[in-house]
């Protein structure tokens, strides 16, 4: 898999992106069929909460043009040092040349400089797996099909439980 088919630039969020990403997630996830419309509150409520863990934005010359988002989870066998991925997000006019690929990669690389021990994250077991990540039956997540709930293991073993989000990913109702 190449990098994006034009020049971007992967940065931390800083102050003031944080109206561009919500605006980015909510378009990109319009029209997807799985999504519940609710991705964009997600990461506000993780970014209000201080679970936020991990924000990359990747920027064309002009703007914003994508976004990732890393959270801590919980696993219920005690495993420390574990992240949600998710959700990330490209302009719809900018699907499909990259961009998210390489804010998938270049988490990664951060998440396992700074000592992270493994990723979950529940996607598309067609396009997830080309980074890593596979099903693998020692983690598990309640509701959607299991081999969509996948993760990576970065450092150690591992661990065996069933993974919880941070509060963020659940609607206070």
Partial sequence: ???????????????????????LTEAAFA????????????????????D?????VA?????IVGHIA???????????GWFGLGPVSVWPEFH????????IKRGIADLRAAGAKGIVLLGSNVYYPRFGFAHV?????????PEYFQALL????????????????????
């Fill in 1 to 23: 898999m190449n990098g994006p088919e034009f020049a971007i630039t992967i940065r931390p969020e800083a102050a003031g992106d944080e109206d561009t990403i919500f605006a």
């Fill in 31 to 50: 029209d997807m069929p799985f999504s519940d419309a609710d991705e964009q509150h997600v990461i506000t409520r993780l970014r209000d909460d201080g």
């Fill in 52 to 56: 936020l863990t991990l924000s990359l």
């Fill in 59 to 63: 920027e064309d010359a002009e703007r």
């Fill in 70 to 80: 890393f959270s801590p989870v919980t696993i219920t066998g005690g495993a420390k």
């Fill in 96 to 103: 499909h040349r990259g961009i998210g690929g390489a804010l």
């Fill in 137 to 145: 039956p020692e983690l598990t997540y309640p509701g959607p099909p």
């Fill in 154 to 173: 970065l450092d150690g073993e591992m661990p065996s439980g069933e993974v919880s989000y941070a509060p963020g990913f659940y609607p206070a109702v």
